[in-house]
């Protein structure tokens, strides 16, 4: 098992990376509502008003940090899309690869992203707000590979419930 550092090095990032980083690594152990921004400052070896200075509180670091993942995550998928042409049983394998190593370089913000989407909240703060510029990208490209695509949601929830959701819960867990 990892030794886990108590304090994440100054000189590796900068402050701002820091608190995203050591706020993520405490939301996936204890979950968001049981992180305070105190643990969150001492894990980033920064002070409190510096957290305040980058973000107005621990939700704003919650949202950056998936928005970062998310910005990240558009872009590999953009780079992949652009370049499939077709579907096959070897683009399929190479996707599901690639989906994987995602999974295990992010499994931090996923186990996050995770937890957040199994709570019950209201509709505006859903984290499916944060997912939707990804299907701006994936509905073009889908459509000219040959789907179907006539009801935006039905293909979020159904990408969701049949596709991102058991592979990331069989790699989490």
Do not use: C, W
């Amino acid at each position: 098992m990892k030794n886990k550092k108590e304090h994440i090095e100054k000189d590796s990032t900068n402050a701002e990376d820091r608190i995203l980083k050591a706020a993520v690594e405490i939301f996936a152990e204890k979950g968001y509502d049981a992180a305070g921004v105190d643990e969150i400052a001492k894990r980033a070896n920064v002070t409190k008003p510096l957290i305040y200075y980058y973000f107005k509180g621990k939700q704003t670091i919650l949202e950056e940090s998936i928005k970062r993942f998310i910005k990240k995550v558009i872009q590999e998928k953009t780079q992949y899309i652009s370049t499939t042409s077709s579907i096959s049983k070897e683009t399929l394998y190479k996707g599901l690869d690639e989906k994987m190593a995602m999974f295990e370089k992010n499994e931090k913000i996923m186990k996050v992203i995770a937890m957040e989407l199994l709570k019950e909240k209201p509709a505006d703060e859903s984290l499916f707000n944060l997912v939707m510029p990804m299907f701006d990208i994936a509905i073009p490209k889908f459509e000219e590979i040959g789907f179907d695509v006539k009801d935006r949601m039905d293909l979020l929830i159904t990408s969701y419930f049949f596709g991102m959701a058991p592979t990331l819960m069989f790699f989490l867990f």
